[in-house]
Every structure is written in C-alpha cells, then in structure tokens.
C-alpha cells in the first residue's frame, strides 16, 4: 500500500510520519553511519516542512520504504549542502522536484519495494504538474535506474562521498516514462492508494 502525505506535521499521519523519520534513522544512522542529528529515535532536518511531500509503502502495518520530495523555488540540498555538484546553476521552480532521503530497510533491497516507490513518485509528481526531478545520487543507482527507463542526466560530474562516487542529475517527471517504469517492474497500473493533503488552518500555521 502506497501513501502520499503532505507536510513534515500533518495531523492527519502522525503515526506514519514518525514510522518514516524513525526509519530515516535506522537506515541512515545506524546502518549507513551517515552523521545525522537524530531526536528521540527520529530522523528529520530542515528540510522537512509544510510543503515537503512524502512516498510511504506499506506491506500490512510495517513500513517497507519512503521517499522525500521538495520542490525546488525555495530552499533545497543541492545548492546547499552539495555546492559545486552542478556545473552551473542547479534548475530551480516550483515545478522542479528535489528527491532525497530515499529509504528502503536493508533486507528488502533486492524487492520489488523500490518499483512501487518510483511509480508512485511519478504519479505523485504528474499530479501536481511537476515536470523534472533533481537530486544527488550514488552513480550506480543512476547506472540501476537507466535500465529500467529513466531518462537521467548528470548535472556536473562524480565526487566521492564516503568512498562512494556520487553525481548530481535531473529527469523528466512524464507520463511515458511511468508506463516504462510500470512495464519494467510488473506494474499494471496506478500504485497511490491515500492522499494526506495537509489542513488549510495547519499550512497557515506553518
């Protein structure tokens, strides 16, 4: 079961949100020794927010991957955190989508999770008129998911991190490549089964 959730403190998924910032933690922290501040078992940053949209997966009540989305015409990793991974300016707009934190506990990573995952990010993303993602990605990732159909171009050229090669790219969010992404991985049609838009007096709020 794949949910969309919008914003880092919508009432309406407390319990899933703390689910995905407590595997942010497990993942990133514990098992890939990222050096990430964590609170009271959760990982979140400041780039968890109000507009921030999330891709949860489900298998019966346990939560099996995530995915952050931002977009991009306010602050964002890239330019940020990662200066000089993008030769030039790195595409900004509201219709740019900055992906990050991907997630998938360690025992799966051989599934078929991450195929339901990049569906989803992409029907998410053709719902709200988002045309291209961007994002800092280990280089055999990028290798991984351009044999199953994504359109993917460097923005700059590998830097190690960690002692592993990481580029920053960008892809078209469109509805050519989820057909390709659902043929690749068995998919036979939509994947998003909840939305959790955030309450109107709780994004005035934030």
């Known amino acids: 079961m794949v949910q969309i959730i919008v914003g880092a403190f919508n009432p309406n998924a407390r319990e899933q949100l703390a689910d995905m910032f ?19 078992g959760l990982e979140f940053d400041q780039y968890d927010d109000a507009d921030t949209i999330y891709v949860l997966e489900y298998e019966k009540d346990e939560l099996v991957a995530s995915m952050r989305m931002n977009p991009t015409h306010r602050r964002c990793m890239l ?3 990662f200066q000089g991974a ?14 990050s ?15 339901r995952i990049q569906c989803a990010f992409f029907e998410a993303a053709l719902l709200w008129n988002a ?13 991984k998911q351009m044999r199953v159909g994504l359109d993917i171009k460097p923005l700059g050229q590998p830097r190690i991190v960690d002692g592993e090669a990481n580029v920053a790219a960008e892809f078209p969010f469109n509805v050519e490549t989820l057909l390709r ?3 690749s991985y068995r ?20």
């Open 187 to 206: 998919i036979a049609g939509p994947v998003i089964e909840h939305i959790y838009h955030m309450p109107r007096e709780e994004r005035a709020a934030a």
């Open 22 to 40: 407590r595997q942010r933690a497990k993942v990133f922290v514990e098992e890939m020794g990222w050096p990430l501040k964590t609170y009271n």
């Open 131 to 143: 045309r291209k993602a961007i994002g800092f990605f280990t280089v055999d990732h990028i290798m």
């Open 181 to 183: 992404l659902r043929k």
């Open 86 to 99: 993008c030769e030039g300016e790195a595409p900004r707009g509201p219709d740019v989508w900055e992906l």
């Open 79 to 81: 330019p940020e955190l």
């Open 101 to 115: 934190r991907g997630a998938l506990a360690k025992n799966l990573r051989k599934s078929g999770y991450w195929g």
